[in-house]
């Protein structure tokens, strides 16, 4: 089997320009055996965010009681009516185009560096040998500083001033992403019966990362994933995907579809805030399956808390379960774990805890 490296050499070099679409037989490196199809799609009633920024209180509690069983059961919901202009959007989606349509050569200069959450990668070939994602990503960090373009200064600094627009499009998508984000964090401490203000006051000086995701056609969809089974370890994530669709989650045993719908955002709980919330709200096996006629994109924002924050459930939390479920940890050291010792999946945070306390983190 190739060395992740010279996976790496190939998947920046052409891997995606060239190998992907022309070589003979599929690579073995993007093999996924034995892959179980959806058999049915995701059912669950929309959470309207109307009547919570109108400040109506009975609207208020009733998006988060949707909230709170979604979250007890497998902690995805779709909301309506956020707040995000449709034009950010668009924008949004409309710009991995110009990225995404450069030449290797060009996309190299935001190359990611490895152990870096951020930069451009083909198929996370400087990670993994095999079952490789069948997809390109370019991640980057916001966080909310009214006087640092962060974003804007990632896409002018990694590739140049004539992407200063794009780094626009990005920093007022991330801008967008944060406001919601607030608004979800509320819902969810309201969902949990804690102080409505306390998550949100966690995460007001955390770092978070948007990753855009692009899923070229694929000859042989029912052979790979676009992004394998995996558990989010950030605390919450938003996604906004195109209407290819394609994102599944293992829920009841079983592969379900959540199919796009127009002017929805998917909200997703992840690990960091399960422990956050002492193991009440779960984060969820999900996965991207690729298209064989359409490339598929995707934009997920994913928030996160300030790196050396302690991540830590309210007290009303540990006395309504009568024990901690996980023990303190920083936001750093679970990142760095998935970035350099194990792949993401159902289990990553339990394996972090056993790891973290077997090395006295």
């Known amino acids: 089997m190739d060395s992740p490296l010279k996976l790496q050499e190939q ?44 400040g109506d209180e009975e609207a208020t509690k009733q998006a988060a009681n949707i909230i709170k069983d979604a979250c007890l059961r497998h902690g995805f919901f779709q909301v309506i009516n956020h707040g995000v202009d449709p034009d950010v959007i668009r924008d949004a989606e409309d710009y991995m185009d110009h990225f995404f349509r450069l030449p290797v050569s060009e996309k190299l200069k935001a190359r990611r560096m490895p152990g870096s959450l951020c930069g451009y990668s083909g198929a996370h070939a400087d990670r993994y040998a095999s079952k490789l994602p069948w997809k390109e990503t370019l991640s980057f960090r916001y966080h909310e500083n009214s ?42 401490a309201i969902s949990l019966g804690v102080d409505r203000k306390l998550y949100r006051k966690f995460f007001e000086d955390g770092f978070s990362i948007l990753r855009c995701n692009f899923y070229p056609p694929c000859q042989e969809p029912g052979n790979t994933l676009g992004t394998g089974p995996h558990c989010d370890s950030n605390s919450i994530t938003i996604l906004h995907q195109d209407q290819v669709g ?116």
Not at 15 to 20: G, K, M, T
Not at 36 to 44: F, G, K, P, W, Y
Not at 160 to 181: H, I, P, R, W
């Open 11 to 54: 998947s920046n070099g052409f891997l995606f320009d060239s190998v992907l679409h022309k070589q003979a037989g599929f690579p073995k490196e993007f093999l996924w055996p034995d892959l179980v199809r959806a058999q049915q799609e995701l059912s669950e009633p929309l959470v309207d965010l109307e009547g919570f920024f109108e």
């Open 147 to 188: 006087s640092d373009l962060v974003v804007l200064d990632f896409f002018k600094s990694t590739l140049g001033n004539d992407f200063e627009q794009t780094g626009m499009v990005y920093q007022k998508y991330c801008e967008a992403m944060m406001d919601l984000s607030f608004a979800i964090l509320e819902l969810l």
């Open 246 to 361: 394609g994102l599944e989650i293992f829920t009841n045993n079983v592969w379900q579809a959540i199919p796009p719908l127009q002017g929805a955002l998917i909200i997703n709980i992840g690990d960091t805030f399960t422990a956050l919330s002492n193991g009440k709200y779960k984060s969820c096996l999900h996965r991207a399956m690729v298209n064989k006629h359409e490339h598929r994109k995707s934009l997920a924002f994913f928030l996160s808390p300030r790196e050396d924050k302690v991540v830590r459930p309210p007290q009303e939390l540990v006395c309504s379960e009568g024990k901690r479920m996980y023990p303190d940890f920083t936001w750093l050291n679970l990142s760095r774990f998935v970035q350099n010792h194990y792949r993401a999946d159902d289990n990553t945070l339990q394996n972090f805890t056993n790891w973290s306390q077997s090395v006295n983190l």
